[in-house]
């Protein structure tokens, strides 16, 4: 006679090992992809830092070519260029004080 035996080979899961196995595969799938963002923000900190230094330096460029503008010695050269002249004795505008007199 045989013995048949249903439950013998069955698997039995216990809810509390799935819940583990799922907890740790979750967490490593999220280790990942958090390691994966920082190295992502790294890259784009690196680029941003690259790219203010550039501009610094551009920056520092336009300041020099400014001031070599403003210098006092190149825009008397330019002057002449210009029909400008540097004068002397000046002429400047007198309004008497009466005439700016409010109310009278």
Do not use: C, W
Request: charged share 20%; proline share 3%.
């Amino acid at each position: 006679m045989t013995i048949i035996e249903p439950n013998k080979y069955r698997i039995r899961f216990n809810v509390a090992l799935v819940f583990a196995v799922l907890l740790l595969v979750g967490g490593g799938v999220g280790s990942i992809l958090m390691y994966n963002e920082t190295v992502r923000i790294e890259h784009t900190i690196a680029a941003t830092e690259h790219e203010i230094k550039t501009l610094q330096a551009e920056n520092a460029d336009y300041r020099n070519e400014l001031y070599r503008l403003l210098d006092t010695a190149a825009l008397e050269e330019a002057a002449p260029a210009l029909g400008l002249f540097k004068e002397t004795r000046p002429a400047y505008l007198e309004v008497a004080a009466q005439d700016f007199a409010v109310g009278q």
